[in-house]
């Protein structure tokens, strides 16, 4: 199965029943308008971490009641998260949201050694955008955490997202390997890279998955562009996730598609022992409740 947009997402999480998210730092109006959105529509039960005071101060700015969420008092930015952590760990929360707390505090963490969240995987980041026009969610991976990923750290990526994709029902994932050029040269070891995933799914190393690179962008979404290179591909433009080169076209793709194509984005972090809400400041509160349904969707 493929979702049309993130409303058919957000059903299906729905439909599970309430989550319980833990959310270090809570004391931010646009999350707090996301936990609201959320938690009226009963997706989620929020535990809420941080300055208490500030919480409900506001909360009542933005008309938020609280009547259905826990209220865990922590002022210190340096104990929040460890705290948040601590309530996925004892069985109280289904997964973690940053709130307005610096990332490396919030990663420090959740891969503490004692009780944290680590599996021994990379963390990466996925990202889903709802782009007009399109007929599915499109996903990219890694725009938000991996810099310059080499080969081994690219197959733990898309492992990940993999794994969270067909986890959400996806029966098969199309990823497209991206690259400048559809020719593997040495002189660009993005293409080499890719040549490689795709050689390695070839031989059944991405159960459920047909990966294909190295690919531009314009064949990865468009079977015209593909037969006007004389490209043949089973996935003929039909790509459901894009697993970048480098932090960098990560990031400037997915900020093409919310500032030229006016894209919802949603986005997570991968590789802990539960999915972690993981938002920029940047985000609306509208992307940062589709990425609390993308968690709970998939909260194990």
Do not use: C, W
């Not at 194509?261 to 992307?287: C, E, H, Y």
Request: aromatic share 6%; hydrophobic share 50%.
């Amino acid at each position: 199965m493929r979702f049309n947009g993130f409303e058919s997402l957000h059903d299906r999480a729905k439909s599970l029943g309430r989550a319980k998210v833990a959310v270090a730092a809570a004391a931010d109006k646009e999350v707090l308008e996301a936990i609201k959105l959320a938690e009226k529509e009963g997706l989620i039960t929020p535990i809420l971490i941080g300055n208490v005071f500030e919480i409900k101060r506001l909360a009542k700015e933005i008309g938020f009641s609280l009547n259905g969420a826990e209220l865990i008092h922590e002022p210190n930015l340096k104990e929040v998260a460890h705290k948040a952590v601590d309530a996925v760990v004892n069985g109280q929360a289904h997964f973690l949201m940053k709130g307005l707390i610096n990332s490396a505090d919030f990663l420090r963490a959740v891969l503490r050694p004692v009780r944290g969240l680590r599996t021994g995987r990379l963390l990466s980041h996925l990202s889903g955008f709802q782009v007009p026009g399109f007929s599915r969610l499109l996903f990219v991976t890694d725009g938000g955490m991996n810099i310059a990923p080499s080969l081994t750290q690219k197959k733990e990526i898309l492992e990940n997202s993999l794994d969270y994709l067909k986890g959400i029902g996806m029966d098969r994932v199309n990823v497209i390997v991206l690259a400048a050029n559809e020719v593997a040269n040495p002189k660009m070891p993005a293409t080499m890279d890719a040549q490689a995933l795709a050689e390695m799914s070839l031989a059944g190393e991405f159960p459920g998955a047909i990966v294909e690179g190295p690919l531009a962008l314009d064949g990865a979404v468009s079977a015209t562009a593909l037969k006007h290179k004389g490209i043949s591909s089973q996935i003929n433009g039909a790509v459901d996730l894009f697993l970048v080169p480098s932090i960098e076209v990560g990031n400037v793709l997915s900020k093409s598609m919310v500032y030229f194509a006016g894209a919802t984005m949603a986005g997570l972090l991968l590789g802990a022992q539960v999915p972690i809400v993981f938002t920029s400041r940047n985000d609306t509160p509208r992307s940062k409740f589709m990425s609390l349904s993308m968690a709970a969707l998939n909260r194990g």
